[in-house]
């Protein structure tokens, strides 16, 4: 065994890009943005739930839901919104006597349903995502106007403290100035004292 060793290439990533060119962008009744291949069937399922898409798909292949779920129930949510899409397409285009115009009958027959219960989740989502915004919308409100009240608190406290500041400044200048007025009068008096104090009394 030699101590070189063989450089080995690490293999490139290839990127898998699906081609999207016959795809058509559609929105959920949630307003969220998809890419749909553009037959009923992806029509039919826009805007579902993988419950709701599970119930739907096994009424019109006449299969079991749990045994939809125990089949497709670990692959990831977007796989199985596919097998469950192409379940149904290949019931609707199924060679089988009959099977096609069985699957076509109960894909029409469930389908109104099926829309209507998208239709009824997705106004509760919505209620509920307004509900939600409202009440971020009020929380944000009541502390901006509790912000507001203690910077009013606070501007009105300062004010309120200036002005006893002013008050106390010109109670201790009247002090001072009546303080002064006091000691004039007091040395004026006591000039006046001495001055009497000092004229030579008149003789008769």
């Known amino acids: 065994m030699t101590n070189a060793t063989a450089a080995v290439a690490a293999p490139e990533k290839v990127?898998?890009?699906?081609?999207?060119t016959n795809y058509v962008t559609v929105k959920s009744p949630t307003g969220k943005s998809s890419k749909i291949c553009g037959d009923e069937v992806s029509y039919a399922f826009v805007g579902a739930t993988l419950d709701m898409s599970y119930a739907f798909v096994a009424g019109v292949i006449e299969v079991t839901e749990e045994s939809l779920r125990a089949k497709y129930g670990e692959r990831n949510l977007g796989q199985q919104r596919m097998f469950l899409a192409n379940l149904v397409r290949g019931g609707l285009g199924s060679k089988k006597e009959g099977r096609s115009a069985t699957v076509k009958a109960k894909f029409d027959e469930l389908l109104p349903a099926f829309r209507a219960k998208i239709e009824d989740a997705t106004k509760a989502a919505n209620a509920a995502a307004e509900a939600l915004k409202a009440e971020k919308a009020a929380a944000?409100?009541?502390?901006?106007?509790?912000?507001?009240?203690?910077?009013?608190?606070?501007k009105q406290a300062k004010a309120d403290a200036a002005e006893a500041a002013k008050k106390e400044k010109q109670a201790a200048a009247e002090a001072a100035k009546a303080e002064k007025q006091a000691a004039a009068d007091k040395a004026k008096a006591a000039k006046t004292e001495t001055k009497a104090a000092a004229k030579p009394e008149k003789t008769a």
């Open 15 to 20: 990127a898998i890009r699906p081609d999207l």
């Open 140 to 154: 944000i409100k009541a502390k901006a106007d509790e912000k507001a009240a203690e910077a009013e608190k606070a």
